[in-house]
């Protein structure tokens, strides 16, 4: 390809690109455009889930069985470890920090699959939940967790996917080596599937050209899909003695519009916009941008 044919794609590439991450305000007025979320039913995890089915801003469709986002796999049935082999993945990406995986046990997977230890911090969010829960004290409960510092805390960790070097990292890569060629399906998750994979699930699918409308609203998902679950781990808290309000744990099992936003500034105040914040903050080329693109919508 001649230099002057290349520079002509890098700039289309460039131009479409900043188009498709503009806010993007005709989602909100176009209807019909929520998709069917594609679950992949386990036992022992909740919110395992294919990212494809989403249409993109100029027609294409995010494809399925090539990304899977979910909740931590340590507790695993056999039979989910089946289903899973079934998804043929090549890697599972586990964001979790060692006191997570200590808690909750290291990944089952099917034969063949690499795990990959990719840790995201969570600002301290887990061993301060499990501190408040551990006291067994209702008035300190209340003061670490009430009057809104739970959901003030969910703000600040979804600062720092934007903030830390170390995040940033780890988000970056994990991009990438979704649009490098000849991958095979790759499957990411923390504990919950919510936060870190909530933030990496997003990122994925604006950069493929999904509607801002539609990326937020598989991030919002994971609040329904726990939902039973996280209620059933409220009661569980109550019946133990360990709480006697375990509504104090919602803001920290939810998703919100108010966490996502609080990213979202820190992208705007920080790098003036999503694309130089996928490009300078997290490392992505215009080389690896086109590859996710081709690669996860056709």
Not at 28 to 40: E, H, K, N, S
Not at 186 to 207: E, I, N, Q
Request: glycine residues 12%; contains cysteine; hydrophobic residues 40%.
């Amino acid at each position: 390809m001649s230099l002057s044919r290349r520079a002509l794609l890098t700039t289309a590439g460039a131009a479409a690109l900043g188009a498709a991450l503009a806010p993007s305000a005709s989602a909100a007025a176009r209807p019909g455009l929520t998709t069917p979320i594609r679950q992949i039913p386990l036992q022992g995890a909740v919110n395992v889930r294919d990212l494809g089915g989403y249409p993109t801003y100029d027609g294409a469709r995010v494809r399925h069985g090539l990304v899977y986002r979910a909740d931590h796999l340590g507790k695993l049935t056999d039979a989910d470890v089946t289903t899973l082999g079934g998804l043929r993945l090549s890697r599972a990406i586990d964001f979790r920090i060692p006191m997570e995986v200590g808690y909750d046990g290291a990944d089952r997977l099917p034969a063949g699959v690499t795990a990959v230890s990719r840790p995201v911090t969570d600002h301290g969010l887990f061993g301060q939940l499990l501190a408040a829960i551990g006291s067994r004290d209702p008035v300190r409960q209340e003061e670490m967790l009430g009057g809104g510092r739970a959901a003030a805390f969910m703000t600040d960790v979804y600062r720092t996917f934007v903030t830390d070097a170390a995040n940033r990292d780890a988000f970056g890569r994990t991009l990438r080596e979704l649009a490098a060629p000849g991958t095979g399906p790759v499957l990411y998750h923390c504990t919950a599937g919510k936060d870190r994979t909530g933030w990496t699930s997003w990122l994925a699918l604006r950069l493929v050209g999904v509607p801002e409308q539609l990326a937020t609203e598989d991030y919002l998902a994971s609040t329904a899909i726990r939902a039973a679950h996280d209620a059933r781990v409220r009661e569980g808290l109550k019946a133990a003695g360990l709480m006697q309000n375990p509504e104090l744990i919602v803001p920290l099992q939810e998703v919100r519009p108010e966490y996502l936003d609080a990213a979202l500034a820190e992208v705007r105040s920080g790098y003036g916009g999503l694309y130089r914040y996928v490009t300078a903050g997290l490392g992505l080329d215009l080389r690896a941008l086109t590859g996710l693109r081709e690669r996860l919508a056709g």
